[in-house]
Protein backbone atom coordinates (compact mmCIF):
# COMPACT_ATOMS: atom_id res chain seq x y z
CA UNK A 1 0.00 0.00 0.00
CA UNK A 2 1.23 3.49 -1.16
CA UNK A 3 1.46 6.32 1.45
CA UNK A 4 0.98 9.71 0.20
CA UNK A 5 4.50 11.84 0.78
CA UNK A 6 4.16 15.47 1.55
CA UNK A 7 6.47 17.14 -0.98
CA UNK A 8 9.77 18.62 0.75
CA UNK A 9 9.00 22.23 -0.37
CA UNK A 10 5.77 21.82 1.23
CA UNK A 11 6.79 19.84 4.33
CA UNK A 12 9.80 22.61 4.83
CA UNK A 13 7.05 25.76 4.32
CA UNK A 14 4.63 23.63 7.02
CA UNK A 15 7.64 24.06 9.84
CA UNK A 16 8.35 27.23 9.07
CA UNK A 17 4.85 28.32 9.76
CA UNK A 18 5.08 26.82 12.97
CA UNK A 19 7.34 28.57 14.22
CA UNK A 20 6.94 31.54 17.67
CA UNK A 21 6.64 34.77 16.77
CA UNK A 22 9.87 37.35 17.46
CA UNK A 23 9.32 38.39 21.08
CA UNK A 24 8.21 41.91 22.35
CA UNK A 25 11.23 44.60 21.89
CA UNK A 26 12.36 45.18 25.45
CA UNK A 27 10.92 48.72 25.32
CA UNK A 28 7.69 47.47 25.29
CA UNK A 29 8.16 46.15 29.20
CA UNK A 30 8.62 49.92 30.19
CA UNK A 31 6.21 50.79 32.74
CA UNK A 32 3.58 53.68 31.47
CA UNK A 33 4.87 56.93 32.13
CA UNK A 34 3.05 58.85 35.06
CA UNK A 35 0.48 61.01 34.26
CA UNK A 36 0.74 64.91 34.27
CA UNK A 37 -0.08 66.74 37.88
CA UNK A 38 -2.37 69.61 37.37
CA UNK A 39 -3.49 72.12 40.58
CA UNK A 40 -6.69 72.92 40.72
CA UNK A 41 -6.52 76.58 40.19
CA UNK A 42 -9.50 79.47 41.50
CA UNK A 43 -10.00 82.50 39.16
CA UNK A 44 -7.32 83.71 40.45
CA UNK A 45 -4.98 81.70 40.32
CA UNK A 46 -4.51 81.46 43.93
CA UNK A 47 -3.51 78.40 45.92
CA UNK A 48 -6.38 76.08 46.94
CA UNK A 49 -7.12 75.40 50.71
CA UNK A 50 -5.86 72.72 52.43
CA UNK A 51 -6.54 71.00 56.01
CA UNK A 52 -3.73 70.29 58.55
CA UNK A 53 -3.53 66.89 58.79
CA UNK A 54 -1.14 64.87 60.92
CA UNK A 55 -0.77 62.65 64.14
CA UNK A 56 -2.08 63.88 67.25
CA UNK A 57 0.59 65.92 69.51
CA UNK A 58 2.49 63.09 70.91
CA UNK A 59 2.41 64.62 75.20
CA UNK A 60 4.86 62.48 77.44
CA UNK A 61 7.83 63.84 74.65
CA UNK A 62 10.73 66.38 75.35
CA UNK A 63 10.47 69.23 73.76
CA UNK A 64 12.94 70.67 71.93
CA UNK A 65 12.61 74.28 70.37
CA UNK A 66 14.54 76.08 67.67
CA UNK A 67 15.89 79.04 67.36
CA UNK A 68 18.46 79.28 65.01
CA UNK A 69 21.81 77.30 66.04
CA UNK A 70 20.80 77.06 69.38
CA UNK A 71 17.85 74.94 71.20
CA UNK A 72 16.05 75.32 73.97
CA UNK A 73 15.00 71.95 75.84
CA UNK A 74 13.43 73.03 79.54
CA UNK A 75 15.14 75.74 80.80
CA UNK A 76 18.82 74.22 79.57
CA UNK A 77 19.69 76.31 76.37
CA UNK A 78 22.05 74.33 74.23
CA UNK A 79 23.83 75.31 71.06
CA UNK A 80 24.73 71.42 69.31
CA UNK A 81 27.65 72.77 66.89
CA UNK A 82 29.39 73.41 70.17
CA UNK A 83 31.10 69.94 71.24
CA UNK A 84 30.21 70.62 75.12
CA UNK A 85 26.77 71.35 74.19
CA UNK A 86 26.64 68.54 72.36
CA UNK A 87 27.54 65.94 74.83
CA UNK A 88 25.38 67.56 77.08
CA UNK A 89 22.46 67.78 74.72
CA UNK A 90 22.97 63.75 74.05
CA UNK A 91 22.62 62.76 77.37
CA UNK A 92 19.29 64.69 78.34
CA UNK A 93 17.98 63.29 75.16
CA UNK A 94 19.50 59.70 75.45
CA UNK A 95 16.54 56.79 74.65
CA UNK A 96 13.75 59.80 75.31
CA UNK A 97 10.71 60.81 72.62
CA UNK A 98 11.51 64.28 71.33
CA UNK A 99 9.29 66.96 69.84
CA UNK A 100 11.09 69.60 67.58
CA UNK A 101 8.99 72.93 67.55
CA UNK A 102 10.52 74.84 64.76
CA UNK A 103 10.23 78.72 64.46
CA UNK A 104 9.75 80.67 61.77
CA UNK A 105 13.28 81.48 61.29
CA UNK A 106 15.80 78.03 61.59
CA UNK A 107 17.06 76.57 58.15
CA UNK A 108 17.38 72.87 57.56
CA UNK A 109 21.48 73.58 57.04
CA UNK A 110 21.40 74.83 60.78
CA UNK A 111 19.99 71.74 62.13
CA UNK A 112 22.83 69.10 61.21
CA UNK A 113 24.39 68.61 64.45
CA UNK A 114 21.21 68.55 66.18
CA UNK A 115 19.22 66.20 63.80
CA UNK A 116 22.48 63.49 63.90
CA UNK A 117 22.33 64.04 67.69
CA UNK A 118 18.51 63.21 67.72
CA UNK A 119 19.00 60.57 65.31
CA UNK A 120 21.96 58.78 67.08
CA UNK A 121 20.10 59.35 70.95
CA UNK A 122 16.62 59.79 70.89
CA UNK A 123 14.19 56.62 70.85
CA UNK A 124 11.83 58.62 68.57
CA UNK A 125 11.66 62.20 66.69
CA UNK A 126 8.99 64.27 66.14
CA UNK A 127 8.48 67.47 63.95
CA UNK A 128 5.39 69.55 65.29
CA UNK A 129 3.19 71.85 62.34
CA UNK A 130 3.40 75.49 62.98
CA UNK A 131 0.07 76.70 62.06
CA UNK A 132 -1.85 73.32 64.08
CA UNK A 133 -1.70 71.02 66.63
CA UNK A 134 -0.52 68.43 64.26
CA UNK A 135 2.86 66.42 64.18
CA UNK A 136 5.22 63.73 62.00
CA UNK A 137 7.30 60.62 63.06
CA UNK A 138 10.09 61.10 61.43
CA UNK A 139 12.89 58.54 60.45
CA UNK A 140 16.29 60.61 60.16
CA UNK A 141 18.63 60.10 57.46
CA UNK A 142 21.63 61.89 56.84
CA UNK A 143 23.33 61.91 52.95
CA UNK A 144 25.01 58.98 53.09
CA UNK A 145 22.12 57.03 54.82
CA UNK A 146 20.10 58.81 51.88
CA UNK A 147 22.08 57.14 49.24
CA UNK A 148 21.96 53.41 50.98
CA UNK A 149 18.18 53.76 51.01
CA UNK A 150 17.85 54.03 47.16
CA UNK A 151 20.05 51.69 46.96
CA UNK A 152 18.11 49.54 48.05
CA UNK A 153 16.31 46.87 45.74
CA UNK A 154 12.88 47.81 45.96
CA UNK A 155 10.23 49.43 44.00
CA UNK A 156 8.85 53.04 43.80
CA UNK A 157 11.91 54.59 46.23
CA UNK A 158 9.17 57.68 46.62
CA UNK A 159 10.70 61.17 47.63
CA UNK A 160 9.45 64.68 47.57
CA UNK A 161 12.33 67.10 46.86
CA UNK A 162 11.44 70.09 48.25
CA UNK A 163 12.69 73.40 46.32
CA UNK A 164 12.31 76.74 46.87
CA UNK A 165 10.58 77.06 43.47
CA UNK A 166 8.07 74.09 44.80
CA UNK A 167 7.60 69.98 44.71
CA UNK A 168 9.41 67.71 42.56
CA UNK A 169 7.71 64.49 43.12
CA UNK A 170 10.47 61.69 41.78
CA UNK A 171 10.08 57.73 42.05
CA UNK A 172 12.69 54.86 40.18
CA UNK A 173 10.56 55.25 37.19
CA UNK A 174 10.56 59.17 36.68
CA UNK A 175 9.18 61.77 38.13
CA UNK A 176 5.95 63.04 38.40
CA UNK A 177 5.36 65.64 35.94
CA UNK A 178 3.47 69.05 36.13
CA UNK A 179 2.16 72.09 34.28
CA UNK A 180 5.63 72.46 32.83
CA UNK A 181 7.13 69.95 31.62
CA UNK A 182 10.60 71.44 32.91
CA UNK A 183 9.43 72.80 35.95
CA UNK A 184 8.91 71.04 39.34
CA UNK A 185 6.01 68.49 39.72
CA UNK A 186 3.61 71.22 42.24
CA UNK A 187 4.59 74.23 41.44
CA UNK A 188 4.67 77.28 44.50
CA UNK A 189 2.10 79.30 43.69
CA UNK A 190 1.07 83.12 44.78
CA UNK A 191 4.38 82.48 46.50
CA UNK A 192 2.85 79.65 48.51
CA UNK A 193 3.41 76.32 48.99
CA UNK A 194 0.56 73.94 47.39
CA UNK A 195 -0.45 71.60 49.69
CA UNK A 196 -3.91 70.34 48.42
CA UNK A 197 -1.76 69.59 45.19
CA UNK A 198 0.66 68.03 46.79
CA UNK A 199 -1.48 65.84 48.71
CA UNK A 200 -3.08 64.70 45.27
CA UNK A 201 -0.08 63.78 43.78
CA UNK A 202 0.87 61.82 46.61
CA UNK A 203 -2.30 59.89 46.29
CA UNK A 204 -1.86 59.10 42.93
CA UNK A 205 1.23 57.63 43.52
CA UNK A 206 0.02 55.57 45.85
CA UNK A 207 -2.62 54.29 43.85
CA UNK A 208 0.43 53.63 41.36
CA UNK A 209 2.99 51.98 44.08
CA UNK A 210 0.92 50.06 45.89
CA UNK A 211 3.41 48.20 48.03
CA UNK A 212 5.17 51.26 48.78
CA UNK A 213 4.93 51.74 52.55
CA UNK A 214 7.85 54.71 53.04
CA UNK A 215 8.62 58.33 51.78
CA UNK A 216 11.75 60.63 52.14
CA UNK A 217 11.52 64.44 51.79
CA UNK A 218 14.13 66.13 50.86
CA UNK A 219 13.99 69.49 51.51
CA UNK A 220 16.96 72.02 49.92
CA UNK A 221 19.32 72.79 52.78
CA UNK A 222 18.05 76.23 52.79
CA UNK A 223 14.39 75.49 53.46
CA UNK A 224 12.85 76.71 56.44
CA UNK A 225 12.51 73.42 58.90
CA UNK A 226 8.91 75.18 59.39
CA UNK A 227 7.74 75.06 55.66
CA UNK A 228 9.44 70.97 55.58
CA UNK A 229 7.00 70.37 58.35
CA UNK A 230 4.03 72.02 56.46
CA UNK A 231 5.34 70.02 53.50
CA UNK A 232 4.79 66.63 55.51
CA UNK A 233 0.88 67.46 55.62
CA UNK A 234 0.61 66.59 52.43
CA UNK A 235 1.60 62.65 53.36
CA UNK A 236 -1.55 62.61 54.80
CA UNK A 237 -5.19 61.88 53.40
CA UNK A 238 -6.40 62.61 56.52
CA UNK A 239 -5.82 62.93 60.03
CA UNK A 240 -3.96 60.15 60.85
CA UNK A 241 -4.37 58.62 57.87
CA UNK A 242 -0.81 58.97 55.88
CA UNK A 243 -0.53 57.55 52.48
CA UNK A 244 3.27 55.92 53.28
CA UNK A 245 3.62 54.40 56.90
CA UNK A 246 6.82 55.83 57.35
CA UNK A 247 8.24 59.23 56.47
CA UNK A 248 11.76 59.91 56.08
CA UNK A 249 13.48 63.21 56.70
CA UNK A 250 16.68 64.00 54.72
CA UNK A 251 18.71 66.48 56.83
CA UNK A 252 22.50 68.03 55.82
CA UNK A 253 25.36 65.65 57.06
CA UNK A 254 27.24 67.95 59.57
CA UNK A 255 30.66 69.15 58.69
CA UNK A 256 33.70 67.37 60.48
CA UNK A 257 35.18 69.47 63.46
CA UNK A 258 38.20 71.17 62.93
CA UNK A 259 41.72 69.62 64.19
CA UNK A 260 43.73 71.45 65.80
CA UNK A 261 46.80 72.48 64.14
CA UNK A 262 45.45 70.88 60.52
CA UNK A 263 45.55 73.03 57.08
CA UNK A 264 42.60 75.12 56.24
CA UNK A 265 40.21 72.14 54.07
CA UNK A 266 41.32 69.37 55.75
Known sequence: MRMNRMPWAALVLAVGCTQEKPAE?????????????????DARFQVAPAEVYGEPVPGKVLRVEL?????????ERFVPTRPGDQARLRERVKEQGV??????????????ELLAVLRESASEVWL?????????RLVLRDEQGFQAWLAEAAPGKLR?????????????VGKLPGPDANGPSVPVRGG??????????????????????????????GTELAQAARALGGVYAAPGE????????????????????APAGQ
Do not use: N, W
Not at 199 to 220: A, H
Open 242 to 261: PYFETLCFIYPTPRAPAVAG
Open 25 to 41: PLSSLKPAPLPALVAEE
Open 128 to 136: LHPDAPAAY
Open 160 to 172: IIQRQDGFELTTS
Open 192 to 221: KQDIATLRKGLGRLKGRFTTSEDICLVPSF
Open 67 to 75: AGEAVQLGG
Open 99 to 112: LLVPDADTFLVQTS
